[in-house]
């Protein structure tokens, strides 16, 4: 798939297509619910090891919360706020957008709990793996959970009687949460009516039995019926009518006014407690609770019916993962692997008499990330290092990044750290980290009023030879080891004096003020990289019109911005043959004859979270390949700082066209094909060979997959 033959363009057929029309255009969150049904499909894969597939199962549940916390819940934001136009360019008014989301999300949760109750238990079962429901407990596993709720569990909960003087009680986002009828006089002569017991986050929610206890390895309960079993204890000679598992979700969305606030961080940490109790936009409830309950419950939270999901299971699947962490089972796991380093970059080495000869491409996970921290760590003793300067987005709360950071900063060198207090969900994490520093005496600042610094980029400053070298490490993912053992991602590092200059330039606008200066190889959003794209995109249109070999390969996470799109369309028309893989929300209708029939779209869904951004362009038989941290996004273009850099090195480039782009655009195993009516179709072949992911696990990392 590296050329393509040139075609007649069919611009000429029909000139007045209107490449802007909503019906060529998907809703983004229609689509991101059809990336969570793919996400659900590996729980449903038998060639997935089957604790692997438990875990996707949990995936998908958590990705739906997270869903609902930001997306849903800024639809009806919309609504509130009396929006009177399609917010997208697919044409769909918030209220007929939320109907079809409820629908959709409704089918989803639906399939999630079939293939729990239907698939997954009972092949747990068939491999010794039970979670055992009440009404299969004997009398041991009985007294043991009497003994445990009485020792683990009551200690802590605080069970809340609704009447004149406990009015309904504010209810966490996600906790678990129980409502109970109740009968009879208590010792105040109060009659029983509804008690909420809340579930602290403190208790596990998948326990563990002893082995001396169950008989057998690898038993468990749910909390939820620990509770369920002996929720009587917790109102005292009342009669427990019914007893009915709850969870609501609220707006997660943080907002603060920063042209008005003089300091961010403060600000931020006087929003996030809000998080916990923002306006409820979903009400689960388990399937056995009577309409009553329920319209009591409705009404609690101001939700209608659309806003309720009765599950037949526990309220969270997401808690279940915690089997995947607890049982020892190798066999039905991915096989565990070692990411491989590459040659000059080992611990023993020394990485600064490499880079300063050659640049060198690290693809994640198969190649660890651990030389960007002894790269760190190295300059944080090297005397010859001056300065250190990073951007940090998600970083993790024990990070080695943040302690090599406050070891340079302590050894007197100059450390200049960007922290992005906004990265959604990892705010307070973030507040403590840059707080940490601080103190060690970094210089921390917190980015532009406006925009979310999203680049990764580290630079290091060293003397050599009389003068200055720098040293630089750009990627398309976050400096954070933990997702670079589960992400796909690239990281280049180089001493390259233009890329370094260029890197030097953006630091200088992050931390001061000042006009920004023509970079020389790096493209930056918010200013240049919208620009940069279309004419890319545009070049390969003029050169299918003159008939040559023209094409695009692009791999991203999500495609949602319309005048990128409708370039795509406009080079189609011109005979450009472009394929592209896009893991999450694809708003670009693929196969529409005289506007998109030379586009394909993919979305690759495995063992790692498919998380680059690469970019390569026929560019008139010399391909031009980038990697950036953006995706092709209105917020990444024109409300992020963000960078794209190319692949300058020939065998580099040709390495992430290959690795990157062509293995994914010829798998058969893990790719689902982007349909012109929205639907995905599984890619599969007569005689597939192994995955993308597979093959990158056996040629970097030198394990051999036995699944898919």
């Known amino acids: 798939m590296d050329t393509f033959a040139p075609m007649d363009s069919p611009e000429r057929t029909d000139p007045n297509v209107d ?277 009591f419950l409705l009404s609690e939270f101001r939700l209608d019916e659309r806003d309720l999901y009765a599950v037949d299971g526990p309220v969270n699947l997401g808690r279940l993962g915690q089997v995947y962490s607890a049982v020892d089972r190798p066999d039905l796991k991915y096989r565990p692997f070692v990411p491989a380093t590459p040659q000059g970059l080992e611990v023993e080495s020394d990485v600064f008499k490499t880079l300063s000869s050659r640049s060198v491409v690290l693809h994640h996970p198969y190649e660890s990330f651990a030389p960007v921290i002894e790269l760190l760590r190295r300059a944080a003793r090297d005397p010859q290092v001056l300065a250190i300067k990073q951007v940090l987005y998600r970083t993790g709360s024990e990070s080695a990044i943040v302690e090599a950071l406050i070891d340079a900063a302590l050894a007197g060198k100059e450390v200049s750290v960007v922290v992005e207090l906004r990265a959604r969900f990892d705010e307070q994490e973030n507040i403590d980290l840059a707080t940490r520093m601080q103190e060690a005496g970094v210089n921390v600042v917190y980015g532009i009023v406006g925009y979310k610094t999203h680049a990764k980029l580290l630079l290091i400053v060293r003397r050599e030879d009389g003068g200055v070298r720098r040293y630089c490490h750009l990627g398309t993912g976050n400096y954070h080891p933990g997702t670079a053992r589960a992400y796909t991602d690239l990281g280049l590092l180089t001493s390259d004096p233009e890329i370094g200059n260029d890197v030097h330039q953006i630091f200088t606008q992050l931390t001061g003020l000042g006009k920004v200066q023509p970079s020389t190889r790096i493209v930056q959003a918010p200013f240049h990289l919208h620009e940069f794209m279309v004419e890319r995109i545009r070049a390969e249109a003029e050169r299918a019109r003159k008939g040559e070999t023209a094409w695009i390969k692009a791999k991203m996470n999500a495609l949602t911005e319309a005048s990128i799109i409708h370039e795509l369309y406009a080079a189609s028309r011109a005979g450009v043959e472009i394929d592209l893989i896009v893991r999450g929300a694809c708003c670009l209708r693929p196969g529409v004859e005289g506007v998109s029939d030379r586009i394909r779209v993919r979305s690759v869904v495995g063992r790692f979270l498919e998380h680059h951004r690469v970019f390569a362009f026929g560019n008139g038989g010399e391909p031009a390949v980038f990697a950036a941290s953006a995706d092709f996004m209105s917020r990444n273009f024109f409300r992020r700082v963000e960078t794209c850099f190319p692949l300058l090195d020939r065998e580099l480039a040709a390495r992430v066209l290959r690795e990157c782009l062509d293995l994914f655009l010829e798998d058969d195993q893990q790719s689902w094909l982007l349909q012109p009516d929205g639907s995905y179709v599984r890619s599969r072949a007569e005689n597939a060979g192994p995955s993308a992911q597979a093959v990158l696990l056996e040629e970097l990392a030198g394990v051999v997959e036995r699944a898919i």
């Open 19 to 295: 490449l802007d029309a909503p019906e060529f255009y998907f809703n983004r969150d229609l689509s991101l619910v059809e990336f969570n049904r793919r996400v659900l499909e590996q729980a449903k894969d038998p060639r997935v090891p089957l604790l692997e597939r438990l875990r996707f199962l949990s995936i998908s549940s958590t990705n739906l919360d997270e869903f609902f916390e930001i997306r849903v819940s800024g639809v009806k934001q919309q609504i509130e706020l009396g929006a009177t136009r399609p917010p997208g360019p697919d044409g769909r008014y918030p209220r007929e957008l939320l109907k079809a989301l409820s629908d959709a999300c409704q089918e989803l949760v639906g399939e999630q709990y079939r293939v729990l109750n239907n698939v997954i238990l009972t092949e747990l079962a068939e491999h010794g793996i039970e979670l055992m429901a009440r009404a299969e407990w004997g009398a041991d596993l009985s007294e043991w959970v009497r003994c445990y709720f009485a020792a683990q569990v009551q200690p802590v909960l605080t069970p809340i009687g609704i009447d004149p003087s406990h009015p309904f009680p504010q209810i966490l986002n996600k906790s678990l949460n129980f409502i109970v009828e109740l009968d009879g006089t208590d010792a105040f002569g109060r009659h029983g009516g509804i008690g909420i017991v809340n579930v602290p986050r403190s208790l596990p929610r998948v326990i563990e039995v002893p082995e001396e206890v169950a008989g057998r390895p690898n038993v468990f309960v749910l909390l939820s019926s620990v509770i369920h079993a002996h929720v009587d204890e917790l109102f005292h000679g009342m009669r427990v009518g019914s007893c009915h598992q709850f969870r609501v979700t609220r707006n997660s969305d943080l907002w603060v006014d920063e042209e008005e606030v003089d300091d961010l961080l403060r600000a931020l940490k006087g929003e996030l407690p809000r998080r916990k109790y923002g306006d409820a936009v979903r009400l689960e409830v388990a399937a056995t609770c009577p309409q009553r309950i329920v319209d």
